[in-house]
């Protein structure tokens, strides 16, 4: 799929109050600066549609953004922001779980993850809530341009080991670089396919 159109719609903290639900929707949703703006802007091939930033927490509200007026691509908060207070870390949480949980066309959730690091406890638990609330998500490597293959290999070894003591199957997986601009094309063309199905029904 080309993405030939996209455009910032609107930001919330609301669910209720995000576009009218009648196309299907993907969230971008990771650790703070683990690249979700990046990635948007790697994918819609423009400089600034999401705001990036070098420190974490830049993206605090749901940023709706609508592609080829024919799918919505949203860029959330990262969870486990340390450097806010824990009042607000705590709201951040509800309108994030809410916009999750009952966001009736969101149809796929991209699960953001530093293929630098081993795998992370506030990861690894997010996606089991993800898995017992049966929303579903797929897992998409960032950063892959930081570190050589070896080391790449690797850690994405680790990864699969750990959910597999939970999980009997692994969802698909990406391996991104926004940088390089590699994997987006196998991004558009998984969506271009989920958008296909999600049409037929
Ligand atoms: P929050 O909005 O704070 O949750 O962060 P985010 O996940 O949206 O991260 P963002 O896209 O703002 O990127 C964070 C930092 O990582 C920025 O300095 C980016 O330039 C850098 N970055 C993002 N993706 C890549 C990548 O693929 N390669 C490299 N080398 N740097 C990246
Ligand atoms: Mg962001």
Not at 1 to 26: L, Q, R
Not at 29 to 47: D, E, M, P
Not at 159 to 172: F, R
Request: some cysteine; overall charge positive.
């Amino acid at each position: 799929m080309k993405v030939k159109d996209a455009k910032f719609v609107m930001s919330n903290t609301d669910y209720t109050k995000c576009p009218e639900p009648n196309m299907p929707e993907y969230a971008f949703i990771g650790r703070s600066n683990v690249g979700k703006s990046s990635l948007i802007n790697a994918l819609t091939n423009r400089k600034s549609l999401a705001k990036t930033s070098g420190k974490p927490g830049k993206t605090q509200l749901i940023n709706h953004f609508k592609i080829n007026n024919d799918w919505y691509l949203v860029d959330l908060p990262g969870y486990g922001y340390a450097s806010v207070s824990k009042t607000m870390r705590a709201e951040f949480q509800i309108f994030l779980r809410d916009y999750l949980v009952k966001r009736e066309n969101l149809i796929c959730t991209f699960v953001l993850l530093d293929s630098r690091l081993e795998p992370q406890k506030v990861d690894v638990e997010f996606m089991q809530w993800m898995g017992e609330k049966a929303i579903p998500f797929v897992m998409v490597f960032t950063k892959t341009d930081k570190l050589n293959s070896h080391t790449l290999l690797k850690n994405m070894k680790r990864y699969e080991e750990i959910m597999l003591e939970s999980w009997e199957e692994l969802p698909p997986r990406f391996y991104t670089s926004s940088t390089k601009k590699t994997g987006t094309e196998e991004i558009l063309e998984f969506v271009g396919a989920t958008n296909e199905d999600y049409h037929k029904k």
